[in-house]
């Protein structure tokens, strides 16, 4: 692991999840998991080699410590989490209907994150960053979160670090057109790395075969564009040309919560490094892939060791 503690940040929402242990047709019993996007990126590049501290509010409560305490265990550097005596911190569930296949219930509205402000942005150092990581999710969870992640991005393009974004929409948090507006802003003048999947290109008007939705985003702006298609594995332009990845074979899939963020945080492992486009979609859809073999976001993210062994094998 590199010595630099600033390698790279996130912001966002840490949220704790609860996983039914079986379909839902029945009444379940639930597993508890640390969740929410950016983290979950955040404690993927920990465990892939790169030092990655993180900004948020959390609240005084039991949920708080038990993400603290992950992010420690990790060696995700907490600086910059603020505490927040007056909301709690957010949680969500995860229901099955059917093998891999899950429905999310949010319990998040005005939690301790979603009151973080222009004012905490504004404490918190990003000289000597390589890269600055942020969701749709970070931005629409609140109007002072939006613009806290304007302070932060525009701040980092006066510094030279680069700006990593991952749509993740979500329509329980705001409509369509609202999310639209916000994202391609971002992705058109702020965005260096967007990271997306095909549904969310459709949001932004972009159809067709997934690297023309690549080719079309990359003249926005973005220097590179990291296209999610699930089990058909991904598509990532740079300025190296465009590459399809193929997924690799693991067996049954056990829960896809999450390899989507593990997925960014790879695209992000593979710029730190520069690696070429052949070792980062091999890379990227490698490690997505090993995060869908155990249930929870992130009880799966599989080590630089664990996934140098698997492409060895592979």
Known sequence: MTNNIKEVMCFGEPLVGFFANKDCRDLPSFQMAIGGDTSNVALALTKLGHHTSYTTRLGNDFFAEKIKELWQKDRVDTTYVFEDEH??????FAIYYSQGDHHFIYKRKGS???????EDAQKVPLEGLKVFHLSGISQVISQSCLEASFVFMKKCKQLNVLVSYDLNYRSLLCSKEYFKNIAFYTIKNLADLVSLNLSEAAVLGFNGKPERIVKKIREIGPKVVALKLGKNGCVIGSSEGIKYGKPFKIGSVVDTTGAGDSFTASVIVGILEQMGLDDMVRFTNAVASKVCTS?????????????????TKN
Do not use: C, D, K, M
Not at 295 to 311: A, C, D, H, K, V
């Open 87 to 92: 909301h709690q911190t957010g949680v969500y």
């Open 112 to 118: 301790a994150s979603a009151n973080y402000t222009v």
């Open 295 to 311: 249930i929870g976001s992130t009880t799966g993210q599989p080590t630089r060791e664990e996934i140098n062994n698997f492409l």
